[in-house]
């Protein structure tokens, strides 16, 4: 579900405040430190957004249109660049909060796993410290890998090849699943600053496919980088088992319907096909 507003592009070194905040600006301030801490604390959606289990859908985006007027990154005063990394990530918790409890079956699998985090037995406290900043908080262990997985797919979206990264990590090693390997490798293979990787970023690909050969991501990306190899033969076998692993699979029909275009109508000098 595509999320109501603008994303908030990447922030910028802030430079220092030319002037003191005004009372209001300064109210803004504690309640940037307030969300960040709850953030932090790993609060869970509903506490997040403010709103019950059983909100309606137009409640839940109410909710969320209400907390963006307030902590969207466009929103800080020029008197606060210090507090400009902790407003993006507070609007990014409320974001993900949003895009969880507004969709139907995520919210039913989220209220699932509060209540299964709930059930467990609590540890001990460690002796020496009484700070539980060590255990996560019910309902937000380390996030779904679900959640995790679609914060990669956000990420991704915005170029944070790095972050994306961490996050489909995160999801693969709570569950190993090969979709999440192959978005992790994908987020590798597409960082410019990590070109020394893309052997291993091919190689995790491989991995992937070997795990689930029904892994349509895997396949459409081995595809894609066939295609810029210029090895149209092995593209093509890639891209149509990504189809055939989900025929609703739009990139990777999309690149068949252009080979088999190009197959009708083969270039005269040279092209992919002889």
Partial sequence: ??????EPGPTATPAAPTEPPKPDEARHAQQIEQRFADIQARKDHFYVLGVPQDATRDHVKSAFLSLAKVFHPDRLPPTLPHLAQKITSVFEGIREAYEVLY????????????????????????????????????????SSPDDLYKMGEVYF???????????YERAYALDPKATYLAARAWAIYMDPSRKADMAKAKQMMADAVRTD???????????????????????????RDAVRSNSKHLEANQELRLIDMRKKNPPKKGGFFR
């Fill in 1 to 6: 579900t595509a999320t109501p507003g603008a």
């Fill in 103 to 142: 969709d139907d079956a995520r919210r039913k699998a989220y209220i699932q796993n509060l209540q299964a985090q709930q059930s467990l037995p609590r540890a001990p406290p460690s002796q020496g410290s009484s700070s539980s900043s060590s255990r996560p908080a019910p309902g937000r262990p380390e």
């Fill in 157 to 167: 979206r915005k170029r944070d090849f790095l972050t994306a990264s961490d996050h």
């Fill in 213 to 239: 050969p029904n892994c349509d991501r895997a396949h459409y990306q081995l595809g894609v980088i066939a295609r810029v190899e210029g090895d149209m033969d092995r593209a093509e076998r890639h891209f």
